[in-house]
Every structure is written in structure tokens, then in C-alpha cells.
């Protein structure tokens, strides 16, 4: 298998002369970075969130809406809040660069920029975004499974939820529990317990799709974000999920050991208007209790508060829904 080829870095130009859009690309060739451009504030900001690019370069004095005005929406989404920008300005003044400085932008090229100048300051803020981002990815991973974690999990629901309220789209979330995992702790050990968490996180990974977000909820629980999905078709993904766990076995001192367990889903499309991170994950958790007080290894769903068993042999087609 090849290598993957890594992508080249994305840089978002705002600015309202198409001129210097073609400028920035040509002074930035040299770099290997991908450039696009828009002309206008507010669709800027529409850009930026929808392809989160590595870095913007913004100008100060846009025609339809300050530049500041620009930087400050930027540095409210959850999107792009994190995506350095630095300001295209042809003042030299002191004012209007701590004004941006304090909004939020890491740096200012004042017009007409230097060449080399140029693509100094955007390798400088490129290469600070790359440690940033990861020391961010080692605080999001579980040192023992290498899942996402909890942290990551509120700040993605979050991120999720943005998209899912501004196109209308479903966030479905699965709350899944190891059954019994205190006795095969006591009956087998810690070590053997670590072993299974393990087993079962990769299980969980290899049988989501790629979009899915797989994390470690805490202890012997996992939550799985199934981004742009319905109840029903959450619910096939939950039972496919269930069924791969319960056909994995274990070994313990020459002993085959079966591990199970419960699911619970929830949709957002099914919460009603008022949508939060803590409500999806209740509504999710609620199932999942209902699925433990059933028997265990099973999958229940939370359909506007009422909760019921899913069928074990749940097709994709009995919702008529499509997982994209």
C-alpha cells in the first residue's frame, strides 16, 4: 500500500479585489498551498466554515462589512474559531493592528506586501497551526484504546450540532456499554479488562464508516456521533455495531470468554426545538438504560421520549432511509 500523499495546505483569501486574490496565489506558489478567494465578507465566513481552511488571510477594509466585523464572526464559530487569520491592511498605523491582534488575527501584512515577506508570515502561522493542532489531538485521544475522548466528544456534538441546526440535517448519537464488565474485571483481572476495552474499541472503530465519530465515553463505556443520520438508519448502524461485539470472543487462561453490549440512540430530529449537547446525550443514555434493564445486548431508541426495543434483525431499507 502507498503512503497517503499529504494534502496541501488550504488558505482563504477575503478580500474584495479580485487583483489581489490573484497577487496572494502568485506570491504563494512557490509554497505548495492551495488558494481560493472570496470577494465578499459574509460569504467568506460561509466559506471558511463549510471547507475549514488552515488559514485566512482577511482584509481589513472590505467593501460590504469591516474586516474586524469579518474576524469577530470567524472567531465565533466553533468551525473556524481556531483557524489563524492575518490581516491584508494598507495601514500602517498602530491602532487598527491591536484592534485585530486583539480580536483575535495572529498577524498583519500591510499592502503592497513584500513577496517574501509574504510567505514568511504565512509559513510562520502555518507552521504554528501544525504544533497547535497537534498537542490539540493528544489531549482529545484515550491513552488506552487511542479513541477519541469525552473532551473531544462535548466540543464534536458541539461543532455538529451548528451544521445540523443551520441545514436542517439529523445527528444521531449511540450510547453503548460493555455488559457486566465488573465481573470479567473480577473474575479475569484488570489486565484481561484493559484487553477487552481495547478489543472492543477496535470492533466499534472497524464497523463504523469513516465519518463516524468513535469515542470513549469513560470506563467501560463508548459513544458513536453518526453525523447526517436518521433514527432509523442509527438504529441499523447500532444493531450492526451490537452484533460485531457479541461475535468477538476473548481468550483468558485458555478460556474463550463472549463479551456483549447495550446500545441506546437518539436523534436529534426526534428532541424537539430545543437541541443542546446534554439533551442528546440524556435522550441517548435513556435508551441505553432501557436496553440494561431489558436483559442486555440489545439496542433500544428514543423516539420523542418513547422507548423502544429495536428488532435484532433491523434492515437498512425498513425505515426507508439511506445512510449517506
Request: proline share 3%; glycine share 8%.
Amino acid at each position: 500500500m502507498n503512503p497517503e500523499v499529504p494534502k496541501a495546505n488550504r488558505v482563504l483569501v477575503i478580500d474584495d479585489s479580485e487583483s489581489i486574490h490573484k497577487l496572494v496565489a502568485a506570491r504563494l506558489k512557490a509554497e505548495g498551498l492551495e488558494v481560493k478567494g472570496e470577494v465578499d465578507g459574509e460569504r467568506g465566513v460561509e466559506r471558511a466554515v463549510a471547507e475549514s481552511p488552515d488559514l485566512i488571510l482577511l482584509d481589513v477594509g472590505l467593501g460590504d462589512v469591516d474586516g474586524f466585523e469579518v474576524c469577530k464572526k470567524l472567531k465565533e464559530e466553533p468551525e473556524t474559531r481556531n483557524i489563524p487569520v492575518i490581516f491584508l491592511t494598507g495601514a500602517t498605523g498602530t491602532e487598527d493592528k491591536v484592534r485585530g491582534l486583539d480580536l483575535g488575527a495572529v498577524d498583519y501584512v500591510t499592502k503592497p506586501f513584500d513577496q517574501i515577506e509574504l510567505r514568511a508570515r504565512v509559513r510562520a502561522a502555518l507552521r504554528t497551526k501544525r504544533l497547535q493542532d497537534m498537542l490539540e489531538q493528544q489531549s482529545f485521544l484515550d491513552g488506552l484504546t487511542g479513541l477519541w475522548n469525552r473532551k473531544y466528544l462535548d466540543r464534536r456534538i458541539e461543532s455538529e450540532l451548528t451544521v445540523a441546526r443551520r441545514y436542517n440535517r439529523p445527528l444521531s448519537l449511540v450510547m453503548c456499554d460493555i455488559d457486566r464488565f465488573k465481573i470479567l474485571n473480577d473474575t479475569y483481572g484488570h489486565l484481561f479488562g484493559d484487553i477487552v476495552l481495547q478489543g472492543v474499541s477496535e470492533t466499534l472503530r472497524g464497523s463504523a464508516r469513516r465519518s463516524d465519530i468513535v469515542t470513549r465515553y469513560g470506563g467501560e463505556e463508548f459513544a458513536i456521533l453518526l453525523t447526517d443520520t436518521a433514527l432509523g438508519a442509527g438504529a441499523f448502524v447500532a444493531q450492526r455495531l451490537r452484533s460485531s461485539v457479541d461475535a468477538r470472543h476473548f481468550d483468558a487462561n485458555a478460556e474463550h470468554v463472549s463479551v456483549s453490549v447495550s446500545l441506546g440512540i437518539a436523534c436529534t430530529h426526534d428532541l424537539g426545538a430545543e437541541i443542546s449537547t446534554e439533551n442528546l446525550i440524556e435522550a441517548a443514555d435513556r435508551a441505553l438504560y432501557a436496553s440494561k434493564d431489558a436483559g442486555r445486548n440489545c439496542v433500544h431508541m428514543n423516539k420523542a421520549g418513547d422507548i423502544s426495543l429495536v428488532d435484532p434483525d433491523i434492515g437498512p431499507d425498513i425505515f426507508q432511509e439511506k445512510r449517506r
